[in-house]
T-cell receptor
Framework: AQSVAQPEDQVNVAEGNPLTVKCTYS??????LFWYVQYPNRGLQFLLK??????LVKGSYGFEAEFNKSQTSFHLKKPSALVSDSALYFC?????????????FGSGTRLSIRP | NAGVMQNPRHLVRRRGQEARLRCSPM?????VYWYRQLPEEGLKFMVY????????ESGMPKERFSAEFPKEGPSILRIQQVVRGDSAAYFC??????????????FGAGSRLTVL
C-alpha cells in the first residue's frame, strides 16, 4: 500500500532564510510525487511534481524539490523564504503502475515565515 | 475555463439530515476525486470516480456515504443521517483522461459541512 509521511506539523523560518519541508513516501515501483499548497479557506494549488528525469524539480513561486530514491524522500525547498509563503503544504504520492491508482496526501506541514 | 466548481460552499445540517455536495469538474476532465479535511488535519482520500464508474472507494465509510458521477451533470457526494463527526471540509478535485498517473489534480474551493 502506498503512503506518504510529513514528519513535521509546523516549520518556522525567518524571512530571507532557506526553508525545507520534509516528505517521505512508500510505494511499490517508481512513484509520481507532488507538492501542493493550501491557503486559508481555499482549495489546494499545485506547486510541482516529479515523474521521471532530473532529481531536482523546479516549480511555482521559486520552490523546488529533490527526489531521493535511496532515502524515499521528496523534500520541498526554497533558497529564500517570503512571508507570503506562509501556508499549509501537502506532499502527495501516486503509484504509476495503474492509471486507476489513487493519489494519497500527507498530513500537511504548516509553514510560518516570520518577518 | 471556470475550474472545478463546488457547491454549496457552506452547508449546515442538523443531526439525522442528509447532505448533498456537488462538484463540476474542469471542462474536459473525466476523473473526479473526493477528499475530506477535518479541522487541523490533512486530506483523507474518500473516492475516485470516472463517468458512470466508481474506480476506488476504499476511503469511503461503509455506511451513510455514497458518491456518483453520472454521464450528465456533476459528481455528487451524499451523506445520509449526518452526525457531528461528519463536520469537515470536503474537497473535490479533477484531472483529465489519459496518462492519469502523471496528471495534476485541480481542486475546487471546498464545501464546508457543519452538523449541529
Amino acid at each position: 500500500a502506498q503512503s506518504v509521511a510529513q514528519p513535521e506539523d509546523q516549520v518556522n523560518v525567518a524571512e530571507g532564510n532557506p526553508l525545507t519541508v520534509k516528505c517521505t513516501y512508500s510505494v511499490s515501483g517508481n512513484p509520481y510525487l507532488f507538492w501542493y499548497v493550501q491557503y486559508p479557506n481555499r482549495g489546494l494549488q499545485f506547486l510541482l511534481k516529479y515523474i521521471t528525469g532530473d532529481n531536482l524539480v523546479k516549480g511555482s513561486y521559486g520552490f523546488e524539490a529533490e527526489f531521493n530514491k535511496s532515502q524515499t524522500s521528496f523534500h520541498l525547498k526554497k533558497p529564500s523564504a517570503l512571508v507570503s509563503d506562509s501556508a499549509l503544504y501537502f506532499c502527495a504520492v501516486r503509484a504509476p503502475e495503474s492509471s486507476a491508482s489513487k493519489i494519497i496526501f500527507g498530513s500537511g506541514t504548516r509553514l510560518s515565515i516570520r518577518p | 475555463n471556470a475550474g472545478v466548481m463546488q457547491n454549496p460552499r457552506h452547508l449546515v445540517r442538523r443531526r439525522g439530515q442528509e447532505a448533498r455536495l456537488r462538484c463540476s469538474p474542469m471542462k474536459g476532465h473525466s476523473h473526479v476525486y473526493w477528499y475530506r479535511q477535518l479541522p487541523e488535519e490533512g486530506l483523507k482520500f474518500m473516492v475516485y470516480l470516472q463517468k458512470e464508474n466508481i474506480i476506488d472507494e476504499s476511503g469511503m465509510p461503509k455506511e451513510r456515504f455514497s458518491a456518483e458521477f453520472p454521464k450528465e451533470g456533476p459528481s455528487i457526494l451524499r451523506i445520509q443521517q449526518v452526525v457531528r463527526g461528519d463536520s469537515a471540509a470536503y474537497f473535490c478535485a479533477s484531472s483529465p483522461q489519459g496518462a492519469a498517473g502523471a496528471n495534476v489534480l485541480t481542486f475546487g474551493a471546498g464545501s464546508r459541512l457543519t452538523v449541529l
